[in-house]
């Protein structure tokens, strides 16, 4: 094969040229790759071929930029080089795709004159996720094929679109059979010259966007409509002000320039620079040191879970969506009934459901009121109620009845794996599997290495988190792993500090315009205030007793930390500020003024220190690992990337000298651990610190 470089070919088949890209894993748009398209479609251009086809090797059709030369020096030519190679051939240009055409490659396959794509194809512009825009004439190109609307739609949420979706929005010509992939770009490209169809330009097709002109209101109730969704994050307003301009420029190459200056905005920015670090984050979280990619895994036929309540139910899911039987264990028909009509109106209610595709999932479900039926299990999780004595005598029975080589996992939150691990023979199959409620809606999964875990326990655990759609981070045993454990340090700081004379909805609203979801207190009340309070044992002392004891539980009460209206809309309660003020006066203190700035640093600087210890004691990998858990389990935002990425924007010393301050202050709550202090002292990050 002719070669154009390491990563190219150029091949003639009668009277189509056929240009090949080879960079493994997903030809993504490195400088090599640009190379070879720039170099591959000038030799075709001169050839005496009358078509041109460009197609991919391997599992993947151009899958987007290589992130990692962002922020770095570019060699080779331009991605918009290239483009204009392409775009202003002379003859016709059929992209043909198969896996993914996302960001540059979907805006490579735009500059060509038609795309063929495989019905598993998928075409998208996802940059939005990693903080950015599609900066190679995506928000130019995309609305001018598949109109205003739908192009705010894909750039602002970076959603793939599937092959017949794209073919019915314009974005593909046709659709080839799988595994024909060249053959039909072939005969499509033979077809267009043969036909002769015009050289279509999507940068000249003005039809869609003539439609929105003088229509502002098309983007004001857009960003309407997505307010919340979008809230914090500068990537999506910039995503639809490249829109914009592509409808109010006055040409495609004003637009352009538009285009290019908001993505440098985006990527000089510190939230694109948070974004992208969580993107390797995530990856990175996946490779553990002592137990290789090529470690072997036991196979995950059938499942067992004990226990049919929220927790046992959404996690029955994971595994029924992908095609795996589960057998639930209640104690109870009517608990177990329960369970199951629960998960039944849980599939029933999820957007686009199909009623064919939910009685498959609700068939792989086998109920059961004995623990014998776990007996052929590959993998039993126990979903059973947080009490280190129930955890033990489940698991002792559980040893005495699975097949040898089942693994016998936990959904402890905090309870001590090795502990439970204790009361069995077999300790190296058992490992701590932390779903997050409602487990099958939320993509955190802590996986608990016990001290006798066995490493092949571990690798089948991590391979299948995959498999069932969650980003699994390893952690080691300690109260509350990683996730609770630093929790409690935010939520033990939120209660100081009412105690000290900031209201709930003060430390609320910080958190908030941080970033998260909520504050502690509106959280509290969403989740119900009742949470493990026994009114025959509640003496009134604390503030949380005494507001149950008002019948103040929370959001479905009416009443909590917040008075809620019939909509459930939240505002600052005088009944809960006088009863914090009373508790003040009881203590024998002064309520003081607390800016903003302490509650801030007093809520979310202890959770880093508290980090610090985590990757002292060895708990964690890395300290991005922690940043996934908290990403993806706990609402912090991503555009400030995790608790130990923003320490390292803070500055570690920054933060070794405020937990000093409030160590003075407050007392040994605050006290650093060696590890941050060393750190500080040898001017390192979080980031530099590597496990022994």
Known sequence: ????????????????????????????????????????????????????????????????????????????????????????????????????????????????????????????????????????????????????????????????????????????????????????????????????????????????????????????????????????????????????????????????????????????????????????????????????????????????????????????????????????????????DRGLATIRKNYERSRGADPAVTEKRMGLLTGALEQEALADCDLVIEAVFERMDIKKDVFTNLDRICKPGAILATNTSYLNVDEIASVTSRPQDVIGLHFFSPANVMKLLEVIRGEKTAKDVISTSMKLAKQIGKVAVLAGVCPGFIGNRMLSQRQREAQKLVMEGAMPWDIDRVLYDFGFPMGPFAMSDLAGLDIGWVKENSKGETIRDVLCEMDRRGQKTGAGYYDYDENRTAKPSPVTEQIINDFITKSGRNPRKIDDQEILERCIYPMINEGAKILEEGKAIRSSDIDVVWVNGYGWPVYRGGPMYYGDQVGVQNVLAKMQEFQGQHGDDFKPPALLEKLAADGQKFSDFKQA
């Not at 005496?48 to 030369?69: M, N, Q, S």
């Not at 198969?98 to 004159?113: F, N, S």
């Open 1 to 336: 094969m002719p070669e154009i470089n390491p990563v190219t070919t150029l091949t003639q088949d009668g009277d189509v040229a056929v240009i090949t890209l080879n960079s493994p894993p997903v030809n993504a748009l490195s400088a090599k790759v640009r190379e070879g398209l720039a170099e591959g479609f000038k030799q075709a251009i001169a050839s005496p071929a009358k078509a041109i086809v460009l197609i991919c090797d391997g599992r993947t059709f151009i899958a987007g930029a290589d992130i990692t030369e962002f922020g770095g020096q570019m060699s080779g030519p331009s991605l918009q080089e290239v483009q204009d190679i392409i775009e202003g051939a002379p003859k016709p240009v059929v992209a043909a795709i198969h896996g993914t055409a996302l960001g540059g490659g979907l805006e490579v396959a735009l500059c060509a004159h038609y795309r063929v794509a495989v019905p598993s194809a998928k075409v998208g512009l996802p940059e939005v996720n990693i903080g950015l825009l599609p900066g190679a004439g995506g928000t130019q190109r995309l609305p001018r094929i598949v109109g205003v609307e739908k192009a705010l739609e894909m750039v602002t949420s970076g959603q793939h679109v599937p092959a017949k979706a794209a073919a019915e929005m314009g974005l593909v010509d046709e659709i080839v059979p799988e595994g024909q992939l060249r053959q039909g770009a072939l005969d499509f490209a033979n077809r267009a010259v043969a036909e002769g169809k015009p050289l279509v330009k999507v940068r000249d097709n003005n039809a869609k966007l003539e439609e929105a002109k003088g229509k502002p209101e098309i983007f004001a109730n857009f960003r309407k409509a997505n307010a919340r969704k979008m809230r914090g994050f500068n990537a999506p307003e910039n995503n639809i002000k490249a829109v914009e301009a592509a409808v109010n420029a006055s040409s495609f190459d004003e637009g352009l320039k538009e285009e290019r200056r908001l993505f440098g905005e985006l990527m000089m920015g510190p939230q694109s620079a948070a974004q992208r670090y969580y993107f390797f984050a995530e990856r990175q979280a996946q490779k553990i040191p002592d137990v290789p990619d090529d470690t072997p895994s036991r196979a995950i036929n059938k499942v067992g879970i004990l226990g049919a309540g929220t927790m046992g139910g959404g996690i029955a899911m994971n595994f029924a969506n992908v095609g795996i039987p589960v057998t639930i264990v209640e104690l109870k028909q009517d608990a177990l």
